[in-house]
């Protein structure tokens, strides 16, 4: 481009070269101008190569991430054991009827209750229990799952009073309809949904589908069930007025680190009591 202009300064220096000059500076100038742009910017050819280039080192960082995700999964999931061969079906009394398969838990519906309870040996601190229930029939909880805290016990309530309520039961005395943890959801017959209990020295935590449906501190408070969940005691599942079904019971201890965690939170949240 700098060999154009100073041609083009030349010629207009003289008057007797200036037209054909001209013309030829022209020819010159547009020869070198496609030079100048290509050398100044990639080819397809290169963008292409870059590109892949890019794509490559995703799917190279996905395929080495990958191994390292699934290792984690299956780490965890050695830690749960089934939960099968020691359960006994409950007798609250106009009990539905109850079969009990491998892989399938069926409790047809009860005036008022059905349920199952838990004979084999089993921790009181610092576990989670898991399982998956729906609702056939009925419009009360399908699913109330009784577990130890301690030395006392609990029962998460799904669908409860109506249908809806979900909380647990009991805390300083209030039912999951009426404490703190008490919340509201419609549920659906025939869907199947994941609830999960899990006890620690801070507090206890329930889930359903993996998202967070009821959290309750231990310190300071008293934790009891109704009476009519004796049945279900030290681990039970119990239905009222539903037919329902359970399926994928499992429990596992926690680990020392999940230990050591909720032992911190308990001793943070006694320190500020005591400020």
Sequence with gaps: MNVCIVILKLIGQSNSLRFPSLFMASLICVST?????????PTTQDK??????LENTD?????????KTNKEKEAKNKHWKPLKDSWEISQFGGDG????????ITM??????????????????NYEVELEARRREGFDFFCALTFPVGKKHVSFILGGWGGGVVGISSVDG??????????FRNFDTDRWYKVRARVDANQIQCWIDDKAAAEQLRKGHEFDIRFEMD???????AAFQCKSEIRNLRIRNLTPEEIKAAQLEA?????KDNE
């Design 174 to 183: 209030f039912d999951a309809s009426e404490n703190q943890t008490t919340s």
């Design 48 to 53: 292409t190569t870059k590109q892949g280039s």
């Design 33 to 41: 101008l496609p030079a100048l742009v290509t050398a100044d910017e």
């Design 108 to 125: 047809a519906l009860g005036d008022p209750l059905t349920g199952i309870r838990w004979e084999g040996e089993l921790p009181k601190e």
């Design 97 to 104: 009827k109850v079969e009990i398969k491998d892989k399938l």
């Design 231 to 237: 049945q279900c005691v030290p681990l039970g599942v």
């Design 267 to 271: 001793a943070k949240s006694e320190d």
């Design 59 to 67: 799917k190279d960082v996905s395929q080495k991430e990958a191994p």
